[in-house]
């Protein structure tokens, strides 16, 4: 399967602890996306990477939440200090660069804080 | 801010029946619009897409969807659903300028019933 995969797909966590998730996109794409899904919403976007440059955040993204793209292939996330509201899904998606792309999704690591 | 309206959340047909979900976006310029499908325990995947043309789109499994430019809305059709067609139906919408950045709706959860 060559699309996009997300690593790990399940994550329980203590509350305060650190995670991180790891998304891998499609290998040619150059662009990859996070998103967080909680119950009964649809995704709302996080960030968004052009290669390794990290070109917009949400406001929903607090300080507590970084995302690196460091080679331009591959990504994580990481949240520091896990609240109880951080329990989502996160899904990365990746597509090519240009105005007429689609994004293609990954399954997603779903976050459960206790 | 830019949204996305999906005012039915919970759709349950027969098999058979004819589908129309609706979809509604707010203006900000240019946009290019989406239907993803998320069956169950799967990724989101690309039901059909507009960018530009023809209003009237056909994408997979049978499903089509029109562009109304004037009422703002990309509405989600199917003649006659199966029981296969079970699943949450994700409308979403990219601004031009936004780097394919997707903002989506809530969800229809579309349950088909034998």
């Known amino acids: 399967d060559t699309g996009v995969s997300q690593d790990p797909r399940h994550k329980i966590t203590k509350r305060g602890q650190n995670v991180t998730f790891r998304c891998d996109p499609i290998s040619e794409h150059n662009r990859l996306y996070w998103y967080r899904q909680t119950l009964g919403q649809g995704p709302e976007f996080l960030t968004y990477?052009?290669?390794?440059?990290?070109?917009?955040k949400s406001r929903l993204l607090s300080d507590r939440f970084s995302a690196e793209r460091p080679k331009g292939s591959f990504s994580t996330l990481e949240i520091q200090r896990t609240e109880q509201g951080d329990s989502a899904m996160y899904l990365c998606?990746?597509?090519?660069?240009?105005?007429?792309?689609?994004?293609?999704f990954g399954q997603g690591t779903r976050l459960t804080v206790v | 801010a830019q949204s996305v309206s999906q005012h039915n959340h919970h759709v349950i047909l027969s098999e058979a029946a004819s589908l129309e979900l609706g979809c509604n976006y707010s203006?900000?310029?240019?946009?290019?619009l989406f239907w993803y499908v998320q069956y169950p325990g799967q990724h989101l995947q690309l039901l059909l897409k507009?960018?530009?043309?023809?209003?009237l789109v056909k994408g997979i499994k049978g499903f089509e969807a029109e562009f109304i430019k004037s009422k703002f809305s990309f509405n989600l059709r199917k003649p006659s659903v199966q029981w296969s067609d079970t699943a949450e139906y994700f409308c979403a919408v990219s601004y031009t300028g936004t780097a394919s950045k997707l903002t989506f709706g809530t969800g229809t959860r579309l349950q088909v019933t034998l």
């Open positions: 507009y960018f530009s043309g023809d209003p």
């Open positions: 203006y900000g310029g240019t946009v290019n």
């Open positions: 998606a990746s597509s090519l660069e240009g105005p007429l792309t689609e994004a293609f």
């Open positions: 990477f052009q290669n390794e440059a990290q070109l917009e």
